[in-house]
């Protein structure tokens, strides 16, 4: 081989060397950095909560999520914090994300209560059901029974009889359907109304309209009225009710 062609694959060989070395350093030195990252990661410092509350607290977010933070900013699970604080019953929906480098932030929206759904839960206007550890503070909320997985149902009906009770200045407090699907209402001044099982909307609008021959006192002494009868109602009085003059009523021009 020739002079030159021996200082030309020096000089190669020693590139292809320099080379190597530079890249076994790159290598190196930035698998130290960025591999071990989450064996490194930023404690959990801040727990940011964010939300209008009404029933549920701050604190009581904080508390279920804090043995859940304990790791770092990495290694933290997120979709089971977001499961934890749903799990919550006052809790609609949340959304949860990790901001860097060391905080929680967690934005909760509360349920709004609709009705009271039998004697222990409440059901928002979308028919979510939920029982919340107390519901004292509802007692003056519609209460509402009737059979499972039917709740929706059950609030667009009482929200058509709501109307048609409104018309006379009436409140309703308590709807019940049963399992054979007849409809029972109490309203807010104790009266309660029997429906039965057919035509049950059509029934009621009728006894209302009826109630216009009639003085308020006269109405107010009514005990319940059952409106399962094809051509007419019964009514049953209260105990200390007046006797009520009902030929008068009938020909109120007659005298």
Same mark, same amino acid.
């Given at each position: 081989?020739?002079?030159?062609?021996?200082?030309?694959? =020096?000089?190669? =060989?020693m590139?292809?060397?320099? %080379?190597?070395f530079?890249?076994?350093? /790159?290598?190196?030195k930035?698998?130290?950095?960025?591999?071990?990252?989450?064996? !490194?990661?930023?404690?959990?410092?801040?727990?940011?909560?964010?939300?209008v509350?009404?029933?549920?607290?701050?604190?009581?977010?904080?508390?279920?999520?804090?043995?859940?933070?304990?790791?770092?900013? /990495?290694?933290?699970?997120?979709?089971?914090?977001?499961?934890t604080?749903?799990? %919550?019953?006052?809790?609609?929906?949340?959304?949860?994300?990790?901001?860097?480098?060391?905080?929680?932030?967690?934005?909760? /929206?509360?349920?709004?209560?609709?009705?009271?759904?039998?004697?222990?839960? *409440?059901?928002?206007?979308?028919?979510? &059901?939920?029982?919340?550890?107390?519901?004292?503070? /509802?007692?003056?909320?519609?209460?509402?029974?009737?059979?499972?997985?039917?709740?929706?149902?059950?609030? +667009?009906?009482?929200?058509?009889?709501?109307?048609?009770?409104?018309?006379?200045?009436?409140?309703?407090?308590?709807?019940y359907?049963?399992?054979?699907d007849?409809?029972? &209402?109490?309203?807010? $001044? $104790? *009266? #309660?109304?029997?429906l039965?099982? $057919? +035509?049950? *909307?059509?029934?009621?609008?009728?006894?209302?309209?009826?109630? #216009?021959? =009639?003085?308020?006192?006269?109405?107010?002494?009514?005990?319940?009225?059952?409106?399962?009868?094809?051509?007419?109602?019964?009514?049953?009085?209260?105990?200390?009710? *007046?006797?009520?003059?009902?030929?008068? !009523?009938?020909?109120?021009?007659?005298?």
């Amino acid at each position: 081989m020739s002079k030159v062609g021996q200082k030309t694959l =020096l000089i190669g =060989l020693m590139i292809f060397s320099l %080379l190597g070395f530079i890249g076994y350093e /790159f290598v190196v030195k930035w698998h130290v950095k960025l591999l071990p990252m989450k064996s !490194i990661s930023h404690p959990i410092k801040y727990v940011r909560v964010e939300g209008v509350f009404q029933y549920l607290s701050k604190n009581e977010v904080q508390a279920v999520v804090q043995p859940l933070v304990m790791s770092g900013f /990495f290694e933290v699970d997120i979709q089971e914090i977001q499961a934890t604080v749903a799990s %919550l019953p006052w809790v609609d929906s949340v959304n949860v994300k990790r901001i860097w480098p060391d905080a929680i932030d967690i934005k909760v /929206f509360e349920k709004k209560p609709f009705a009271r759904w039998g004697e222990n839960s *409440l059901i928002t206007e979308r028919g979510t &059901i939920f029982t919340p550890p107390q519901i004292e503070a /509802f007692v003056n909320m519609t209460l509402v029974h009737g059979p499972d997985m039917q709740q929706i149902k059950l609030l +667009e009906i009482m929200k058509g009889i709501r109307l048609a009770l409104a018309d006379q200045s009436m409140e309703l407090s308590e709807f019940y359907i049963n399992d054979r699907d007849a409809w029972k &209402i109490k309203l807010s $001044n $104790n *009266l #309660e109304i029997l429906l039965g099982r $057919n +035509e049950q *909307l059509k029934k009621l609008q009728k006894f209302l309209r009826t109630l #216009e021959v =009639l003085k308020q006192e006269q109405i107010e002494q009514m005990a319940l009225v059952d409106l399962r009868y094809p051509n007419g109602y019964a009514v049953s009085w209260k105990t200390e009710s *007046l006797e009520i003059d009902w030929k008068s !009523i009938a020909n109120p021009n007659n005298q």
